[in-house]
């Protein structure tokens, strides 16, 4: 049974940092690739960052390039985001979310084709 676990959020100042942390389990790390999304309320949801199996490859919204960096540690099933100089516009809930086929720059935003999920982390940066 597949099970995806973020961590990490919580309350900031804006201009602050924070380090969201997702932990797999009950599938090859490997073989997927991972993605971060949020949803504001009364928003629909959306893409964040996304990084390739092999890690190479790294694909963020415009919103948060330059800010926000996506890791991942493939020996510990572990997915990380850190969120530097956070804004009020970035206070959502971050979920983290597994696909079985590779990032790419044409599709890594679409929600639907990320297989599993976990059940969001909360990250509120106060102005």
């Known amino acids: 049974q597949v099970q995806v676990v973020e961590s990490g959020g919580g309350l900031v100042q804006a201009g602050g940092s924070l380090r969201l942390s997702c932990t797999a389990s009950g599938l090859t790390f490997d073989d997927y690739a991972m993605g971060w999304f949020r949803q504001a309320p009364g928003k629909e949801r959306e893409g964040v960052s996304c990084i390739s199996w092999s890690g190479g490859n790294t694909y963020y919204a415009n919103s948060v390039k330059g800010r926000f960096t996506i890791s991942q540690d493939n020996a510990k099933n572990t997915l990380y985001l850190q969120m530097n100089s956070l804004k009020p516009e970035d206070t959502a809930m971050y979920y983290c979310?597994?696909?079985?086929?590779?990032?790419?720059?044409?599709?890594?935003?679409?929600?639907?084709?990320?297989?599993?999920w976990g059940q969001g982390t909360q990250v509120t940066a106060s102005s």
């Open positions: 979310a597994a696909r079985l086929y590779d990032c790419d720059s044409g599709s890594w935003w679409q929600d639907w084709r990320y297989t599993y």
